[in-house]
Nanobody, 124 residues
Framework: VQLQASGGGLVQPGGSLRLSCAVS????????ISWFRQGPGTEREFVAG????????SYAASVEGRFTVSRDNAANTVTLQMNSLKPEDTALYYC??????????????????WGQGTLVTVSS
């Protein structure tokens, strides 16, 4: 299984970006997929995740109401729509596959396959 994140870029505060995570491998639909981010000098933190079927989602408090995570099992992709972006959202964003099938964990140690990261910069 491989994950590839894309869609990052430079955006002004209040703007929007859409990140995509393309997942290769036949087990895509069997595991939750989540987004994490890591800003300068900070630890990697959970942003949002989607369960196996896409019906369940989980969000960090800092992004709830602004970000939306979704998955398309037929296309093997997970999308993170980010609206009302703030400078503190600036970070390298990663998608990752959970080791656990039946819940969306928030700890990075519970994810075993990671994409390479895509940089999001929110600045005027």
């Amino acid at each position: 299984v491989q994950l590839q994140a894309s869609g990052g870029g430079l955006v002004q505060p209040g703007g929007s970006l859409r990140l995509s995570c393309a997942v290769s491998g036949r087990t895509f639909g069997s595991y939750p997929i989540s987004w994490f981010r890591q800003g300068p000098g900070t630890e990697r933190e959970f942003v949002a995740g989607t369960g196996r079927g896409g019906g369940s989602t989980s969000y960090a408090a800092s992004v709830e109401g602004r970000f939306t995570v979704s998955r398309d099992n037929a296309a093997n992709t997970v999308t993170l729509q980010m609206n009302s972006l703030k400078p503190e959202d600036t970070a390298l964003y990663y998608c990752a596959r959970s080791r656990i099938q039946y819940k969306i964990p928030t700890g990075p140690a519970l994810y075993d396959v990671w994409g390479q990261g895509t940089l999001v910069t929110v600045s005027s």
